[in-house]
C-alpha cells in the first residue's frame, strides 16, 4: 500500500543506513525487525544478534545508567539517522476548500441559480418595436424609462454579491477555527512529556524530543512514546490491547520479554528502557503509514470508505485515524462513540433546525405558488390578455422574481446560525477555559458541564495541595506530635528507618531544591514518598548516598504499590547472602501483617492482636481525625538458604516487624471550601471518593465544607458500600444503590471498581425525575474506566498520568477543584449564549417570513427585498451569533438550579419574548406598509412595476425592521426575565462593535445603497422615526417582563415543544440525511482536534461496541418501533434498551408551536 511519500522516505532512510552503518552499530530497518518479535524469540535475537541489552546499547553508542550525552550535533545526527519522534500531521483545509464547502449550501446553490437566470433575462431584449411590447399589459410595467430597463441586472448580480459575502464569512469563520483548534492541538503535545536520562540526570522532554538512544524512565501509568527495550525493570505490567485488542495485562521483564511497544499503557511497576524506534518507524508508526495517513492514499481511502455501507464504514474509519504518534484523535472519539460527538444540546439544536427548515420551504414554496397564481389569474384570465411569443421573456422575468422572492422567504427561514451560534460559542468558551486552567478535550464536554449535578471528587491533589509533610510519627513506643530530634530516637531504630524508606521507594522520587530563593523544597514524583522522604531529611539524615549504594539494578524483588496490595515492598540482598524487605503502606493494612514491633531501645518484641486494636486506639485514630494520612513503616529479614518462594505475596508480606507509624499532612486547598459552596448553592452536590482511611477523609470533608455536622450524611468506606449495595451473590442492584447514593457524601477507602460503580449508580439511577449528570475527577491509571462512564471526566494535569487523561474530557491543568466551578460557569454560559441567540434568531425569522409572505399576498411583492433579506440574514445569523455567543459568564450563573436534560430548549419566559417581539413587530411593519404612505406623506410603494426604481415607502419598513432587531438583539441579552438588559454589556467589546458595526452599515445601505439594495436616501427625519420605533422595542420589551408567566397558560405548551428525551446513543446518528448543512458546521471544526500519542485504541472501541452488538440491534429495534407507534401520533413511552419517551405534547393539535416540535426519534 505504500504510495509514492511513504516508499520516498524509506528510500531515502535506505540511503541513510548505507551511509551511516559505519556510524551506529545497527540500521533503521534492523531496529524495526528486531521490535517485530515479541517474548523469547525477541530474547534470543537480542543475544544471539547484539550481545544482549548491553550490546545493543553499545552498538547505539549509550549508556545504559548514564543515557545520552546530550550533546546538539549527536541529538540532531540520530534524528537524522533515525527519524524523529512524530507523525506528520493531516494538512489543514485551506481557504479555498472552505469557501467551496461552504458554497456547497443547497439554499445559497438554488439563489445563485434564480441570481443568474434573473440576470441572464435583464439582458434579454425582445425583438420588435416598443409598442408590440406595451400590448404585453401591465405586465411589462408602465413607468420604467430606459435607464430603468437597463439596471434590470442590478438585482441579479446583487444577489450574488451578497452570496459571496455570506460564504466568505461562514468561510473565514470556519478557517479562524481552524485555526483555534490547531492551536489547541499543539499545546496538548507540548504539554506531554517524558523522563529521560541524559548525561546521568534525570529531565523531562517533551515526547517529540525523544530520540533513539535515549534512555527513558516507564513508571505506573505512562503511555510510552516510543519503541524500546527494556533494561531493568521491576513487576513491569503493560496493555497491550491498543496494538493487540488482548486485554490481558502483559507481563514485561529484560530476562523474558522486554520488548515495549508505542502507544501502550503501563499498567503496573516501574523500570527503563532503551528507545530503539520513533515516529513513522515504531510499531504504532508503522500501522499508520500502512494506513497511509496524510497523504494522498488517505484521500483515496476515504472514497473507498464512503462506498461502503454503515457498518463496515465505522470498522474502516478507525483504523484511518490510528495515527500512532500524534493522530487525530477526535476523529477516532467521533467514529468509536457517536454519542460522544453528538451532545443533548447539539441533539436537541440540529433537530430544531431541521423542523424550522421544513417550516420554511413550506412558507416559500406557498409563497411562490401563490404569487404565480395571482399574477397568471389576473392578466389571462381578468384581464383575457393572450400569451403572445415576444412577451415570454418578461413573463418569465416575473416568474423569477417571484422564484427569487419564495428562496429568499426559504433564506430568512432557514437558521444557519444555528450551528455556528454553538461552534462559535463553544469555540470561544474552550479558548477561554484555557485560562481558567480548563483544557478541554471534547467540545461538548463543556456544555454537558452546565448540567452537571453530582460531581465525584478525589480528595489528594483536588481538594487538597497534594505537598504532603510528615508531621507526627510513632518510633520506640513514643507518639511524637511533632518530628523529633535524631537523638531522641534508638539509633537502631533510626538506621532501620532511614535506610527503609530511602530503599522502598521509587528511584524518581526526589526532593530537590527550591526554585526560588526562601521557596518550599521541590517535590518530583510520589508526593506521599516525598512526605517520607522529607522526614528523613528532618532527622537531619540523606537519603542520596544509600540509594547511590544500592542502585535500582541491585534491587532483588520489587512489589510495586497498587490499589489491590495498598502497599509497596523492595527485597534487598545483604552481603551474608541473606535478604531483607522493606515494606511500607497504609497503617491499619501493614499493621495487620505485622507480629513484631520495635521498642525504646530498637530491639524487636511480638505485637499481639491487642497491642494492635490499642495503637489503632490511641495512634492512628487520633492522627486520622486530625485529617493525617497515616503510613506504617516494617521490615522482615529472610534466610538465604532456601530462597523463598518470591512469588507466594501472601507468605512473603506476613509476619513483619513494624518500625513506626508516620502521620502525613496534606493541607486542604484555601479555595477549595468556598468553591464547594458555590457548587452547593448551584444544585450541585458534591462527594468525596477517596482511598484513604474514613476518619481522615471525614476530616478533610469537613474542612471543606462538603459535610456539615448536624446534617443528614452518609460517610461509609468501600466495604461497607458493597455490602449495602449489592445482594447475597454479590450482584450490584439498583434498587439498593438508589437507598445509599443521594445521602452519601464521602466513601472512604474506594477501589476505583467502586467509583466507577459509584457513578454508574448514580446516573443509571431513576428514581429522580431529572436523569443525574456526572461529573467525575480523577488522576490513576485505574480512574480510567470511572472517567469514561461520567458524563464529564476530568484528568489531573500535573499529577494524572497519561491513560487518565486519555479517558478524561476535560485536563484541569492546575488540578484544582475551584477550575471545575469554572467549568460549570462556562457550561451553564454556553446554553445560555444559544437561548439567547435563539430567542433573537426566532423573533426575526417569524417576523420576516410572516411579512413576505403576507406582503407578497397581498401586494403581489415583498415588501423586503431579496437582497435586504439576505443582508438581514447575515446580520441575524452571523454577526448576531458572534455577538451572543460571546457574552462573558457572569457569577449569577451559579445561583440557579441546572437545567437538566429534559428541558426544553425554548423556556416558556422565551416563548413570552419571542411572541411578544413578533406582535410588535408586526404591528409596525403592517401599520407602515398599509397606511405608511398617508404618515409620512410619500407615494406609496405598493404594486410597484417590474424594474421600477426602489420608493421610500418600502425603504422605510426596511429601516425600521433592521432597527428594531437592533435593538431587539440587546433584550435578547437576557433570557430569564431579567429588567436589566444592559448590565454588563460594556464587558462584551464584541457585542458592542458587532451593534455599532451593523448600524453604520446599515446607514451606508440606506442612504448609497440605491437600486441594488432597493433604497432611496432618507432624510434625518424619517431617519429618528426609524429609530424612534426600534427603540420601542426596549420599551415594549420592559411591558413583556411584567406579563407574569402564570398568566400565559399556553406557552408552558409551546415551550415544551422542543423537550428532549436523551437521543439514545446510536439513535443521534439516525437524522444524518436529513441534516446537511448544521451537521456539516459542527464537524468541521471538531474533526480538527487533538493528537496524543496513542490513537490506536479506536480499533478496540469499534471491536467492542460490534462484539456488544446488542446496543445496535437495541436503537434498530427501537426505530423500527418508532415507526410504527409514531403513526399512532399518541407516543408516550416507547420501551427499549435506550428508555426514550416522547412527550403527549406532541399529539396535542392545539399547540402553537407543532412546527418545530422535534419528536425524539425522527418521523413524526
Not at 541473606?578 to 531501645?601: D, H, P, Q, T
Amino acid at each position: 500500500m505504500g504510495d509514492m511519500s511513504n516508499s520516498d522516505f524509506y528510500a531515502k532512510n535506505q540511503r541513510n543506513e548505507d551511509n551511516h552503518a559505519a556510524g551506529f552499530g545497527c540500521s533503521v530497518m534492523e531496529l524495526r525487525s528486531l521490535m517485530e518479535l515479541r517474548g523469547t524469540e525477541a530474547v534470543v535475537k537480542l543475544q544471539e544478534d547484539y550481545g544482549g541489552t548491553e550490546g545493543l546499547c553499545k552498538r547505539l553508542k549509550t549508556s545504559p545508567t548514564e543515557g545520552l550525552a546530550g550533546a546538539q550535533p549527536d541529538l540532531d545526527k540520530r534524528k537524522e539517522i533515525f527519524g524523529k519522534n512524530l507523525i506528520p500531521p493531516k494538512k489543514p483545509k485551506t481557504f479555498l476548500q472552505l469557501v467551496w464547502e461552504a458554497l456547497q449550501d443547497v439554499t445559497l446553490i438554488i439563489l445563485e441559480l434564480a441570481a443568474l437566470i434573473s440576470l441572464g433575462l435583464s439582458f434579454y431584449h425582445p425583438p420588435g418595436d416598443s409598442s408590440g411590447r406595451e400590448s404585453c399589459g401591465a405586465a411589462a410595467g408602465g413607468v420604467e424609462d430606459e435607464g430603468e430597463a437597463d439596471a434590470g441586472w442590478i438585482e441579479g448580480a446583487a444577489i450574488l454579491l451578497s452570496v459571496v459575502c455570506v460564504v466568505l464569512v461562514t468561510a473565514f469563520n470556519d478557517w479562524s477555527k481552524e485555526k483555534q483548534f490547531r492551536g489547541l492541538q499543539s499545546r496538548i503535545e507540548q504539554e506531554q512529556k517524558f523522563q529521560v536520562v541524559r548525561g546521568s540526570q534525570v529531565i523531562q522532554l517533551p515526547v517529540a524530543d525523544i530520540v533513539v538512544g535515549d534512555i527513558a524512565q516507564v513508571k505506573y501509568g505512562d503511555l510510552l512514546p516510543a519503541d524500546g527495550v527494556l533494561i531493568q525493570g521491576n513487576d513491569v505490567k503493560i496493555d497491550e490491547s491498543s496494538l493487540t485488542g488482548e486485554s490481558d495485562h502483559v507481563r514485561k521483564s529484560a530476562e523474558k520479554d522486554p520488548m515495549l511497544l508505542s502507544g501502550t499503557h503501563v499498567m503496573e511497576g516501574s523500570g527503563r528502557m532503551v528507545v530503539t524506534a520513533v515516529g513513522v518507524n515504531s510499531q504504532t508508526g508503522i500501522i499508520f503509514t500502512l494506513l497511509g495517513a496524510g497523504t494522498e492514499e488517505e484521500e483515496k481511502k476515504e472514497k473507498k470508505v464512503k462506498k461502503q455501507d454503515g457498518a463496515a464504514a465505522m470498522e474502516m474509519q478507525p483504523l484511518k485515524s490510528a495515527e500512532g504518534g500524534e493522530a487525530d484523535e477526535k476523529e477516532r472519539k467521533k467514529v468509536s462513540i457517536p454519542k460522544k460527538e453528538k451532545s443533548v444540546l447539539q441533539g436537541k439544536l440540529t433537530k430544531l433546525a431541521v423542523q424550522i427548515g421544513k417550516a420554511g420551504l413550506l412558507m416559500s414554496a406557498i409563497t411562490v405558488i401563490i404569487l404565480v397564481l395571482f399574477f397568471a389569474i389576473d392578466n389571462f384570465v381578468m384581464q383575457k390578455r393572450p400569451w403572445m411569443p415576444e412577451c415570454t421573456p418578461i413573463y418569465i422575468q416575473y416568474f423569477v422574481k417571484f422564484f427569487i422572492i419564495g428562496v429568499t422567504v426559504l433564506v430568512v427561514a432557514v437558521p444557519e446560525g444555528l450551528p455556528l451560534a454553538v461552534t462559535i460559542s463553544l469555540a470561544y468558551s474552550v479558548k477561554k477555559m484555557m485560562k481558567d486552567n480548563n483544557l478541554v478535550r471534547h467540545l461538548d464536554a463543556c456544555e454537558t458541564m452546565g448540567n452537571a449535578t453530582a460531581i465525584c471528587s478525589d480528595k489528594t491533589g483536588t481538594l487538597t495541595t497534594n505537598r504532603m509533610t510528615a508531621v507526627q510519627c510513632y518510633i520506640g513506643d513514643v507518639h511524637y506530635k511533632e518530628i523529633p530530634e535524631p537523638g531522641a530516637l534508638p539509633p537502631k531504630s533510626l538506621d532501620l528507618l532511614v535506610n527503609s524508606i530511602s530503599i522502598n521507594s521509587a528511584y524518581t522520587t526526589k526532593i530537590l531544591p527550591p526554585d526560588k530563593e526562601g521557596g518550599l523544597p521541590k517535590q518530583v514524583g510520589n508526593k506521599t514518598e516525598c512526605g517520607l522522604l522529607g522526614l528523613v531529611l528532618d532527622l537531619k539524615r540523606d537519603y542520596q548516598p544509600i540509594r547511590n549504594q544500592i542502585p535500582e539494578e541491585k534491587l532483588y524483588k520489587v512489589y510495586t504499590f497498587n490499589s489491590v496490595r495498598k502497599s509497596m515492598s523492595t527485597v534487598v540482598k545483604l552481603s551474608d547472602g541473606s535478604f531483607r524487605m522493606y515494606s511500607k503502606g497504609a497503617s491499619e493494612i501493614v499493621l495487620k501483617k505485622c507480629s513484631f514491633i520495635l521498642n525504646e531501645v530498637g530491639e524487636s518484641r511480638v505485637f499481639r492482636p491487642r497491642d494492635k486494636d490499642e495503637m489503632v486506639k490511641k495512634v492512628i485514630e487520633p492522627m486520622a481525625c486530625n485529617g493525617l494520612r497515616t503510613i506504617c513503616v516494617a521490615y522482615r529479614d529472610f534466610s538465604g538458604d532456601p530462597e523463598p518462594n518470591w512469588e507466594d505475596e501472601n507468605y512473603i508480606l506476613s509476619d513483619l516487624t513494624a518500625i513506626c507509624v508516620v502521620g502525613i499532612e496534606d493541607p486542604v486547598r484555601p479555595e477549595v471550601p468556598d468553591a464547594i459552596l458555590k457548587c452547593q448553592r448551584a444544585g450541585i452536590t458534591v462527594r468525596m471518593v477517596t482511598g484513604d482511611n474514613i476518619n481522615t477523609a471525614r476530616a478533610i470533608a469537613i474542612k471543606c465544607g462538603i459535610i456539615h455536622p448536624g446534617e443528614d450524611f452518609l460517610c461509609i468506606d468501600g466495604k461497607e458500600f458493597n455490602r449495602r449495595i449489592r445482594n447475597e451473590k454479590g450482584e450490584v442492584e439498583q434498587e439498593r444503590m438508589d437507598k445509599v447514593w443521594p445521602k452519601l457524601r464521602v466513601l472512604a477507602r474506594s477501589s476505583p471498581t467502586d467509583k466507577h460503580t459509584l457513578v454508574k449508580g448514580i446516573i443509571d439511577s431513576t428514581m429522580v425525575d431529572q436523569r443525574q449528570v456526572v461529573a467525575v475527577t480523577g488522576d490513576g491509571t485505574n480512574d480510567g474506566p470511572a472517567l469514561k462512564k461520567a458524563d464529564v471526566g476530568f484528568a489531573m494535569g500535573i499529577a494524572g498520568t497519561d491513560v487518565a487523561k486519555e479517558a478524561s474530557d476535560i485536563i484541569l491543568t492546575d488540578d484544582n477543584f475551584s477550575s471545575i466551578v469554572k467549568a460549570v460557569m462556562w457550561g451553564r454560559n454556553v446554553y445560555d449564549s444559544i437561548s439567547k441567540f435563539l430567542q433573537f434568531q426566532l423573533t426575526v425569522n417569524v417576523v420576516a417570513v410572516i411579512v413576505a409572505f403576507t406582503g407578497a399576498c397581498i401586494t403581489q411583492d415583498s415588501p423586503l427585498k431579496a437582497v435586504q433579506m439576505l443582508w438581514v440574514n447575515l446580520i441575524m445569523d452571523t454577526f448576531a451569533s458572534l455577538a451572543l455567543a460571546t457574552e462573558p459568564p457572569t457569577e449569577s450563573l451559579l445561583k440557579r438550579k441546572p437545567y437538566g436534560r429534559n428541558k426544553p430548549l425554548i423556556s416558556s419566559t422565551m416563548t413570552k419574548n419571542i411572541l411578544g417581539h413578533g406582535v410588535y413587530q408586526l404591528i409596525i411593519i403592517f401599520t407602515l406598509l398599509f397606511v405608511g404612505e398617508q404618515i409620512f406623506d410619500i407615494d406609496s410603494g405598493r404594486n410597484a412595476p417590474l424594474h421600477a426604481p426602489p420608493s421610500e415607502h418600502y425603504t422605510i419598513i426596511f429601516n425600521t425592521f433592521v432597527m428594531m432587531q437592533l435593538f431587539n438583539e440587546i433584550n435578547a441579552r437576557k433570557i430569564h426575565g431579567e429588567r436589566n438588559v444592559f448590565d454588563g454589556i460594556f464587558r462584551n467589546p464584541i457585542f458592542c462593535s458587532i451593534v455599532f458595526g451593523t448600524f453604520a452599515m446599515q446607514i451606508v445601505i440606506v442612504q448609497f445603497g440605491g437600486k441594488p439594495f432597493s433604497c432611496q436616501p432618507l432624510d434625518l427625519d424619517k431617519w429618528m422615526w426609524c429609530v424612534f420605533l426600534g427603540l420601542g422595542e426596549l420599551v415594549w420589551g420592559q411591558v413583556i417582563a411584567t406579563i407574569p408567566n402564570s398568566r400565559l397558560r399556553f406557552l408552558r405548551r409551546a415551550g415544551q415543544l422542543t423537550q428532549k428525551d436523551e437521543l439514545p446513543e446510536e439513535d443521534v446518528n439516525e437524522d444524518n440525511e436529513e441534516i446537511d448543512h448544521a451537521e456539516r458546521e459542527l464537524r468541521r471544526g471538531q474533526i480538527l482536534w487533538f493528537r496524543g500519542l496513542n490513537r490506536i485504541q479506536t480499533q478496540i472501541d469499534v471491536v467492542n461496541t460490534f462484539k456488544s452488538g446488542t446496543s445496535f440491534q437495541g436503537a434498530g429495534a427501537l426505530r423500527r418501533q418508532s415507526s410504527t407507534t409514531s403513526q399512532t401520533q399518541d407516543v408516550t413511552n416507547v420501551s427499549s434498551p435506550s428508555h426514550v419517551s416522547l412527550s403527549n405534547a406532541l399529539s396535542s393539535p392545539t399547540s402553537t408551536t407543532a412546527a418545530t416540535a422535534p419528536p425524539t426519534t425522527g418521523q413524526c
